[in-house]
């Protein structure tokens, strides 16, 4: 049986075996990314960390079939405080723990979240995305921008496993405890990332109060998790001060995804989360509206689209 994907190429179907075990088998477009997720799912699972088991993989390895983890994703749940509690704590642990002795050159496209990469999202809001609205702007304006938030990105801490995705849609809840999918375009990279995405996913549309107290926990986890793998602590005031910078990374890059699968492959789950990402961007904005004043300006005439 064919399981629906939203955002993906792969193929995923349900099967079952002679045991009557039921079992996932995924038809991968790209060898190198296959072989991503099959060096990060082994490793995942070989530390505890809650990531579907890997059961076989082809000769080609194009295919590969994994742990059956049912049918129910965190998105459906997302009144559930508990089970974002779980989540947002289990985060901690595949970044710090999951970083142990990993091979980043095994990681695709790239090993880590380097200017390149952070340039190449940049790109794909501006090409993907604001070029699609027809909008005007300075292009030499936005660049400068850009060469701001780089900068800022880069200057923090980069050690741990970056999830990439990490959303709630890429997380499956079993027997009341979430396991991560999807997790084949990590890298090395900062911690705050993957905490933008998952808190600032438009679709669930979290309010600020939640959002601060998952941060509280979740800068709480990280830092026993890092205290008891490396016995260190976290500056959790830099931190936070960096965060709405991240945000404002990972809306940008959502919005040029979001235009690429809406205006050009006219994917109507796309098409309906550009006005929340819209909201997300501006209110991102209005805190950093003295940094990034050019971009400020720009949500001005975005929000004809909301």
Same mark, same amino acid.
């Given at each position: 049986m064919a399981i629906q994907q939203q955002g993906s190429n792969r193929i995923y179907t349900r099967e079952t075996d002679a045991n009557g075990r039921t079992f996932i088998r995924v038809q991968g477009t790209n060898r190198d990314e296959n072989r991503a997720f099959i060096y990060m799912a082994r490793h995942f699972h070989a530390l505890g960390l809650p990531v579907p088991e890997l059961y076989s993989v082809s000769d080609d390895e194009m295919s590969y079939t994994q742990e059956d983890l049912g049918d129910t994703i965190l998105f459906d749940h997302l009144d559930n405080y508990t089970l974002l509690e779980r989540t947002i704590r289990a985060l901690a642990h595949i970044q710090v723990t999951g970083a142990q002795d990993f091979d980043w050159s095994v990681c695709f496209p790239v090993p880590a979240m380097d200017e390149r990469a952070i340039r190449w999202d940049l790109n794909y809001f501006k090409y993907c995305f604001l070029k699609g609205t027809k909008i005007e702007f300075s292009e030499p304006k936005l660049e400068d921008e850009f060469d701001k938030l780089v900068k800022v990105i880069l200057e923090q801490p980069a050690e741990t496993f970056l999830y990439r995705d990490f959303q709630s849609r890429n997380v499956m /809840?079993? &027997? %009341?405890?979430? $396991?991560? /999918? &999807?997790? @084949? #375009? #990590?890298? *090395? %990279?900062? !911690? @705050? $990332? &993957?905490?933008?995405s998952f808190l600032w996913q438009a679709k669930a549309n979290f309010p600020p109060e939640l959002r601060n107290k998952l941060i509280d926990v979740y800068l709480d986890e990280l830092e026993k998790v890092i205290n008891s793998s490396f016995h260190q602590s976290i500056n959790k005031a830099a931190w936070r001060a960096a965060l709405p910078h991240f945000? =404002?990374? *990972? !809306? =940008? @890059?959502? =919005? #040029?995804? $979001? %235009? $690429? *699968? %809406?205006?050009?492959? *006219?994917k109507p789950h796309f098409l309906e989360s550009i006005p929340l990402a819209l909201k997300n961007l501006r209110e991102v904005l209005e805190q950093l509206k003295e940094e990034y004043p050019y971009l400020y300006a720009l949500s001005n005439d975005l929000l004809v689209l909301l």
């Open positions: /809840i079993k &027997d %009341g405890q979430p $396991y991560f /999918i &999807d997790f @084949q #375009g #990590g890298r *090395r %990279g900062p !911690t @705050q $990332y &993957d905490v933008a945000v =404002l990374l *990972r !809306t =940008l @890059q959502v =919005l #040029g995804a $979001y %235009g $690429y *699968r %809406g205006y050009f492959e *006219r």
